[in-house]
């Protein structure tokens, strides 16, 4: 949505409107709806061509497989609740004794204090405990392997 502020524009059609800012006919909104994303935070807003689209939310089932899984396939995997913050929703983290781990959303804390407990795993709360070295040490990891 484009700022209209008034303008010294000696042309003035006492009309006030989407295409005019303060009822004047310059292209003062015009230009600035191009020029407001210019140091937008966001960048683009059109997808590139090389840009991954996000994927379709999953369901319920698909994600408790998915955590079933994770956990089946590694061993000491923990579980650890971030809580809902002003930007995401509340979250669970499984991670295995090497630090690789997954996140995924849930609708709420305690869903995902009864989901690690359906998945017979331990569970944390990370504002009390922190995340644990290993998985810093399995990021840092990946980073330098990236990197190469």
């Known amino acids: 949505m484009a700022t209209f502020i008034a303008c010294r524009s000696p042309v003035?059609?006492?009309?006030?409107?989407?295409?005019?800012?303060?009822?004047?006919?310059?292209?003062?909104?015009a230009v600035m709806g191009r020029l407001s994303n210019?140091?937008?935070?966001?960048?683009?807003?059109?997808?590139?061509?090389?840009?991954?689209?996000?994927?379709?939310?999953?369901?319920?089932?698909?994600?408790?497989?998915?955590?079933k899984q994770f956990v089946a396939s590694r061993k000491g995997v923990e579980a650890y609740v971030e809580?809902?913050?002003?930007?995401t929703p509340p979250t669970i983290i499984l991670i295995?004794?090497?630090?690789?781990?997954?996140?995924?959303?849930?609708?709420?804390?305690?869903?995902?204090?009864?989901?690690?407990?359906?998945l017979g795993i331990p569970v944390y709360n990370v504002q009390f405990t922190g995340y644990p070295q290993r998985m810093r040490d399995w990021?840092?990891?990946q980073r330098a392997a990236r990197r190469r």
């Open 139 to 141: 990021n840092t990891q």
């Open 83 to 87: 809580p809902e913050n002003k930007d």
């Open 96 to 118: 295995a004794t090497t630090g690789e781990w997954t996140r995924r959303r849930v609708p709420s804390a305690p869903v995902a204090w009864s989901t690690a407990e359906a």
């Open 38 to 67: 210019l140091f937008s935070r966001r960048g683009r807003t059109e997808p590139s061509d090389n840009s991954v689209t996000p994927a379709a939310p999953s369901s319920k089932k698909d994600t408790m497989d998915y955590l």
């Open 12 to 29: 003035r059609s006492g009309r006030e409107g989407p295409d005019r800012h303060g009822g004047c006919l310059c292209a003062y909104p």
